[in-house]
């Protein structure tokens, strides 16, 4: 009998996986191959959150654990896939100058914001108040190092279909699904989470980003750029630039109106030409209180759920697996923060209003 069933092949079920490897507990991955928000992100590693000058919560913790658990990944598969990119931060006003100044020296975002701010710009951005730097970030090769994982499991691990809901058969202590018998199963759907009949009672309320591909010889090869918007180097002259941020729209579908903002936007920054190649989308798994989606299901003791990653999958998945393992395996208590149960009253009044 295997240990889990993931489903899901995104950051969510790829840093499950790991971990489950890690233990040494056998398990089968289901995932529909379609692109998810994990391929589609930027792939920013940044716990620092910029509009404030303020940490991410828990960032420093999620960022300590993040680090190592990508490196080994990349010592294990003889490959690299985090670029240790730093992030040019754009300035929009003079009174970014002393916030900035104070955030830099202060306990914790002294390690990643260096104090001075630079006003020599790099070939073909500009900025009218400067700009200042942020260390030791990054940026993680998203869909490469899911692709790597992916290619190295055997067809008997890995499952490329659409998961049947219908199909699982639920046991006081297993799930059997198309034959396959595991002690447990755990969601990591993304947004997909939506279509799940035990646990789309959870406020997950999801939010559409909107990005662009560029290409550009203006821009320096190993540099994010942010202001306004993120710009990102993917490949040689090929940039990400993104992305909008809607709670409205809950469809993938690329809209006249994100990418006017966008390019709106990314001409204020970058005064150099550029060529549109790409214009896409995906859904942000956001969750009401903007924290992630962890535990099990309250009725069912098989079913798990690992959601909720927001808009930081790339910082917070590797810590977060781990909390789930040790309260699957250990019965370890969750943070309060992350564990389902702080919605329960949405399970036990499924008509309470969250949107
Ligand atoms: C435009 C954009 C930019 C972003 N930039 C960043 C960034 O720079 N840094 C950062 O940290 N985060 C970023 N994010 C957020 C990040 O992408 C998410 O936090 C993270 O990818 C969520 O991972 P997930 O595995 O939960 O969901 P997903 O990546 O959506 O993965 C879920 C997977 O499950 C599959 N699935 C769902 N239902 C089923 C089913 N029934 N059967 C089989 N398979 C199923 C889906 O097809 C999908 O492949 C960005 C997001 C967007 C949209």
């Given at each position: 009998m295997k240990y889990a069933i993931i489903v899901g092949c995104g950051l969510a079920g790829f840093h499950y996986a790991r971990q489950l490897q890690k233990q040494g507990k056998e398990f089968v991955l289901i995932s529909d191959g379609a692109s998810g928000a994990s391929r589609n992100a930027g792939g920013v590693l940044n716990p620092t959150i910029l509009k404030r000058y303020t940490l991410a919560w828990n960032g420093v913790n999620f960022f300590d654990h993040a680090l190592p658990t990508y490196r080994n990944f990349e010592a294990e598969f003889h490959t690299s896939v985090l670029q240790d990119f730093s992030i040019h931060h754009y300035l929009s006003q003079v009174s970014d100058h002393n916030n900035w100044s104070v955030a830099s020296h202060s306990k914790g975002l002294n390690r990643f914001l260096v104090p001075s701010i630079l006003q020599s710009d790099p070939k073909g951005i500009q900025g009218d108040f400067g700009y200042a730097k942020l260390q030791n970030v990054g940026k993680l090769e998203v869909q490469k190092m899911l692709d790597i994982f992916r290619n190295h499991l055997t067809s008997k691990d890995f499952l490329k279909e659409s998961f049947d809901y219908q199909a699982l058969e639920l046991y006081p202590e297993k799930v059997v699904y198309k034959g396959v018998e595991a002690k447990s199963i755990v969601f990591?759907?993304?947004?997909?989470?939506?279509?799940?009949?035990?646990?789309?009672?959870?406020?997950?309320t999801g939010s559409k980003g909107e990005f662009l591909h560029i290409r550009t010889d203006?821009?320096?090869?190993n540099k994010i750029v942010k202001g306004g918007v993120f710009i990102v180097p993917i490949a040689k002259n090929l940039y990400w630039v993104g992305a909008t941020f809607s709670r409205e729209d809950k469809t993938t579908q690329p809209t006249e109106k994100g990418k006017e903002w966008l390019l709106t936007k990314l001409k204020k920054l970058l005064h150099h030409p550029f060529k549109v190649v790409e214009h896409r989308a995906a859904i942000r798994p956001t969750v009401q209180d903007r924290r992630p989606l962890l535990g099990v299901h309250p009725q069912y003791k098989q079913l798990y759920v690992f959601n909720?990653?927001?808009?930081r999958g790339v910082l917070m998945g590797p810590l977060l697996a781990d909390w789930l393992f040790q309260f699957m395996e250990y019965q370890k208590d969750l943070p309060s923060e992350v564990?389902?149960?702080?919605?329960?009253t949405y399970f036990s009044n499924p008509k309470t209003p969250y949107v």
């Open positions: 990591c759907e993304g947004f997909g989470l939506k279509q799940n009949p035990w646990f789309s009672y959870l406020p997950l203006g821009l320096a090869p909720g990653l927001g808009t564990a389902i149960d702080r919605f329960e």
